[in-house]
């Protein structure tokens, strides 16, 4: 007989990635998670985690073994929903990992849902490529830019990201808006960001002597760049849209646009607050991309 328990620490560690991090959601010390796994692997006589760089992983049996636990946790679960007579307020901590630049943009939205759930403790993690985070199990959801997300990632598309050539008003007054492209005085992207989808634009449409006035390293600076006067650029057309200051130039550059996904590893099946925040964040973040007006 398998122990319920033994099943439900050998679930967490896979959640969150490693046994010391299992140990701290499970409020035991990391001795007690490795112990119940190591019954658990004696009592199936196989190992079920291997560890890779990406941190620990499930071997074939423990894949296996990950949906029957899954099965018995979502029907221990809705055992317990059955019995119990209160909607207890929902409790825990979710870590939600947004690509670097944008993820501020989409903070009111966050703050929304904590309003309405001051019981879940959101962690906010910017980085270059969540995608990345969910792999390594750093984030149990995903704010993701990309075309269609890889096979082993679950979610849902919340609407297509385009970007465009847009120049401050400040800038149109001193400048021709009828110049082309490659006339214009351009802002670009540091080394550190040349390998990105808006540099290598850069590089294949504009002519190496092209004037530029200035390079940035983030999305925040590269639109107060643009913001000051310092030149043009490619700019995310939700938000510089609803910027009075801002002057779209050119129609959207359809090689530019990526779509928005929320996003969660397929290993990991959504639990109750990811459930509510994926069910929050979906809406809110959709009607915000395909509405010109404020957000509220």
Same mark, same amino acid.
């Not at 808006?198 to 504009?206: E, F, G, S």
């Not at 639109?223 to 310092?230: C, F, P, S």
């Given at each position: 007989?398998?122990?319920?328990?033994?099943?439900?620490?050998?679930?967490?560690?896979?959640?969150?990635?490693?046994?010391?991090?299992?140990?701290?959601?499970?409020?035991?010390?990391?001795?007690?998670?490795?112990?119940?796994?190591?019954?658990?692997?004696?009592?199936? *006589?196989?190992?079920?985690?291997?560890?890779?760089?990406?941190?620990?992983?499930?071997?074939?049996?423990?894949?296996?073994?990950?949906?029957?636990?899954?099965?018995?946790?979502?029907?221990?679960?809705?055992?317990?929903?059955? /019995?119990?007579?209160?909607?207890?307020?929902? &409790?825990?901590?979710?870590?939600?990992?947004? #690509?670097?630049?944008?993820?501020?943009?989409?903070?009111?939205?966050?703050?929304?849902?904590?309003? $309405?759930?001051?019981?879940?403790?959101?962690?906010?993690?910017?980085?270059?490529?969540?995608?990345?985070?969910?792999? $390594?199990?750093?984030?149990?959801?995903? +704010?993701?830019?990309?075309?269609?997300?890889?096979?082993?990632?679950?979610?849902? &598309?919340?609407?297509?990201?385009?970007?465009?050539?847009?120049?401050?008003?400040?800038?149109?007054?001193?400048?021709?808006?009828?110049? @082309?492209?490659?006339?214009?005085?351009?802002?670009?992207? *540091?080394?550190?960001?040349?390998?990105?989808?808006?540099?290598?634009?850069?590089?294949?449409?504009?002519?190496?002597?092209?004037?530029?006035?200035?390079?940035?390293?983030?999305?925040?600076?590269?639109?107060?760049?643009? $913001?000051?006067?310092?030149?043009?650029?490619? +700019?995310?057309?939700?938000?510089?849209?609803?910027? @009075?200051?801002?002057?779209?130039?050119?129609? #959207?550059?359809?090689?530019?646009?990526?779509?928005?996904?929320?996003?969660?590893?397929?290993?990991?099946?959504?639990?109750?607050?990811?459930?509510? /925040?994926?069910?929050?964040?979906?809406?809110? /973040?959709?009607?915000?991309?395909?509405?010109?007006?404020?957000?509220?």
């Amino acid at each position: 007989m398998l122990n319920w328990d033994d099943l439900r620490y050998f679930l967490q560690t896979i959640q969150a990635g490693s046994q010391s991090r299992a140990a701290e959601q499970l409020a035991v010390n990391r001795t007690t998670v490795g112990r119940r796994i190591a019954a658990l692997e004696q009592a199936l *006589g196989t190992a079920l985690l291997t560890q890779s760089g990406g941190g620990l992983q499930p071997t074939d049996a423990g894949r296996e073994l990950l949906k029957i636990a899954r099965q018995t946790e979502t029907a221990i679960q809705a055992l317990m929903a059955c /019995l119990s007579q209160d909607d207890a307020e929902p &409790r825990g901590q979710l870590r939600i990992a947004a #690509p670097l630049g944008l993820g501020p943009e989409f903070m009111w939205a966050f703050a929304d849902f904590s309003q $309405r759930y001051p019981g879940i403790r959101l962690e906010l993690i910017n980085t270059l490529n969540p995608v990345t985070s969910l792999v $390594r199990r750093q984030a149990e959801l995903g +704010l993701c830019v990309i075309r269609q997300p890889p096979e082993y990632l679950d979610g849902q &598309r919340l609407g297509t990201l385009e970007r465009a050539i847009y120049a401050s008003r400040d800038y149109i007054a001193r400048q021709d808006r009828e110049l @082309p492209p490659e006339q214009q005085r351009w802002i670009g992207w *540091g080394r550190e960001m040349a390998h990105t989808h808006a540099a290598r634009w850069m590089r294949a449409h504009l002519p190496a002597d092209v004037r530029v006035g200035a390079e940035v390293n983030s999305w925040q600076a590269l639109k107060e760049a643009v $913001r000051a006067g310092l030149g043009v650029a490619q +700019l995310w057309c939700f938000l510089a849209d609803r910027d @009075p200051s801002l002057v779209r130039l050119a129609p #959207p550059t359809p090689e530019l646009s990526l779509d928005l996904w929320l996003l969660h590893h397929r290993d990991l099946p959504a639990d109750r607050n990811m459930r509510l /925040l994926m069910e929050h964040l979906g809406p809110a /973040l959709s009607n915000y991309l395909n509405s010109p007006q404020p957000r509220p």
